[in-house]
């Protein structure tokens, strides 16, 4: 009588490899399209806290909110230079420090306003040097 030998053999050992294999290229892509969506939908939640804030900054200084110009069309735009940055809102209390150190690529961008004779428009604007993470 012959004893049979406990194992798997090459080509079973290769089939699952082959199988896993096939598994990983299917999942891969999925996955990093649901990272990067996320971070996307993160980065546009962070706009809107921003763009929030700028809001509340712009309505509690609305009698003395500093003019800067008036271009062609009658708009008006508001702010330091015609923009309200992150560390302004900041230092104003409107915005928490947290936001910025977790988010530091957002140092650069800032939020400007502009009004017509009916209402305020804020333009969330990036900075050209988005990559001030350390």
Do not use: H, W
């Amino acid at each position: 009588m012959q004893v049979k030998e406990k194992g798997f053999t090459l080509i079973e050992l290769v089939g699952v490899v082959v199988i896993l294999a096939i598994i990983a290229l299917v999942v891969f892509p999925a996955t990093l399209n649901v990272l990067n969506q996320g971070q996307t939908n993160v980065d546009n939640s962070i706009k809107d806290l921003v763009i929030t804030a700028a809001n509340e900054y712009v309505g509690d200084r609305i009698n003395n909110f500093p003019k800067q110009l008036e271009n062609k069309t009658g708009e008006r735009s508001y702010g330091s230079k015609g923009k309200i940055t992150p560390q302004m809102l900041v230092q104003n209390g409107y915005l928490e420090q947290s936001v910025i150190d977790e988010n530091c690529e957002i140092q650069d961008d800032y939020v400007t306003v502009t009004s017509n004779t009916q209402k305020y428009i804020f333009e969330y604007v990036e900075g050209t040097a988005n990559n001030a993470c350390d």
